[in-house]
């Protein structure tokens, strides 16, 4: 183990054992995403033999696999030889979105809230947060729910002590220094100022999740008469969305 950690800091990166099948890479600088998602873009579509899935959080990556296949050595050294042969390094494309966003009082259920919280006026909050591009940087808790950041910090505030029962599809919600948007309905504890009118989470379309860690996000404010517009245009047929690449 001490010579598997020795190899894997050459590469700037700690790990971590997750089990007897798992184990997790942490970069050594604290709080480096970018790291994990360049990591992550790296590793993913090489299918090394025996793993059964990677996946990129806020503070590591966590490679999950088969013992009857590989072993936890062969795995770490392959990956040391990926990071470091710069020559093999398979670039994911990442886009930059435009997503249509509506921040009126129907749906910005907490605006009241967050303008007391932190003090500034519910139209500022709108403007504060849609003037910002977003990294992706981890998908979950629901199939689809992006988790972006960085939120400015002024809109820096707690999630919900108590959690809502029911959160519509679409709703865009703020905590700590992240913003989300809700795929589908569900529970949900954070504090919520506006809503999207299409899917991100588009069981029509082949690729069912819109975004992939990496991506950017900007917010379009729109009026709730174009929301209703969308809105109703993506009933009949999933809504396109603007999206260009990231070079």
Known sequence: MKEISKKINSVNFKIKLAGDNG????????????????????????????????IPSLVNILIVFD?????????????????????IYQNKQNYLWEI???YDREFAKDINYVSEMCKIK?????KIHSEKIYTV????FLPGLPFMGDLNN?????RKAEPRLRVPSG???????????????????????GRIPVNIFERRKKKAILFSVGDKVKFKDIPI???????????????????????
């Open 67 to 87: 013992r009857s296949m590989t072993s936890f050595e062969t795995i770490v050294n392959e990956i040391i030889e990926l990071l470091k042969n710069k020559k």
């Open 23 to 54: 184990f997790h890479l942490i970069p050594i600088s604290e709080h480096d995403v970018q790291s994990i998602i360049n990591v992550y873009h790296r590793i993913k579509p090489i299918k090394l033999l025996g793993v059964i899935d990677i």
């Open 225 to 247: 008469k174009d929301f209703e517009k969308i809105f109703n245009k993506n009933l009949i047929r999933p809504y396109e969305l603007k999206k260009t690449k990231i070079q």
């Open 100 to 102: 249509p966003v509506c």
């Open 154 to 158: 002024k809109l820096y505030l707690p």
């Open 171 to 193: 709703s865009v919600g703020i905590a700590m220094n992240q913003t989300v948007i809700y795929p589908q309905e569900s529970p949900g504890g954070w504090n919520l100022i």
């Open 122 to 126: 519910p139209c500022e909050v709108f």
């Open 137 to 140: 940087k981890m998908m979950g």
